[in-house]
Antibody, heavy 126, light 106 residues
């Protein structure tokens, strides 16, 4: 069974950089039919997609965060990572990593998040 | 930008009730719409993808329908584990989640 696990500091100071890693086990990160994504959820609020990356290194981002976000992937370790720069208190959230699978159908190519990590709370505070 | 809305924002129901949640997209997203259930303190779980395809292992009491700008998630007989928050998500252009619908016990 595929498992994803987020890791990284739980506390980051304002204006500094948030860095998280997601480790994938029970399956390979190097498959053409998957992207690997980051989604966050501020306390008591809804879900916000941050960005997704393919094992080839191709990535796409939420336009509202794009200027501050970098995604990377390490296929030798089955890990992918998130860097979010210049954080403020509004970046406080539970950060989830997830697998984004592709379903090829006659009517289109459909992506969806089918496996999720448990999430990790990152608090931005001095 | 694709805007997603959900209605209602919350609802109260009883075990065994039939529940329908609506998601609207602007502009049209064809059938690029997924549904998730999120229990408190847990990660979201995929229920339905491509508007109407049931994810493997998801109970048949869940069903999705719609295309274009109007979508629905129906739970035919609400179970105790279904008291949760439900999110729709479009994957037509980037990814955007709806604001959520909280289902609680009447």
């Amino acid at each position: 069974q595929l498992q994803l696990q987020e890791s990284g500091p739980g506390l980051v100071k304002p204006s500094e950089t948030l860095s998280l890693t997601c480790t994938v086990s029970g399956g390979s990160i190097s498959s053409n039919t998957y992207y690997w994504g980051w989604i966050r959820q501020p306390p008591g609020k809804g879900l916000e997609w941050i960005g997704s990356i393919h094992f080839s290194g191709s990535a796409y981002y939420n336009p509202s965060l794009k200027s501050r976000v970098t995604l990377s992937i390490d296929t030798s370790k089955d890990q992918f990572s998130l860097i979010l720069s210049s954080v403020t208190a509004t970046d406080t959230a539970v950060y989830y990593c997830a697998r984004q699978s592709l379903d090829l159908a006659y009517s289109g190519s459909y992506y969806y998040f089918d496996f999720w990590g448990q999430g990790t709370l990152v608090t931005v505070s001095s | 930008d694709i805007q997603m809305t959900q209605s209602p924002s919350s609802l109260s129901a009883s075990v065994g009730d039939r529940v329908t949640i609506t998601c609207r997209a602007s502009p049209s997203i064809n059938k690029y719409l997924n549904w998730y259930r999120q229990k408190p303190g847990k990660a979201p779980e995929l229920l339905v993808y491509a508007a109407s395809s049931l994810q493997r292992g998801v109970p048949s009491r869940f069903s999705g329908s719609g295309s274009g700008t109007h979508f629905t998630l129906t739970i035919s007989s609400l179970q105790p584990e279904d008291f949760a928050t439900y999110y729709c998500q479009q994957s037509y252009f980037g990814n955007t989640f709806g604001p959520g619908t909280k289902v609680d016990i009447k």
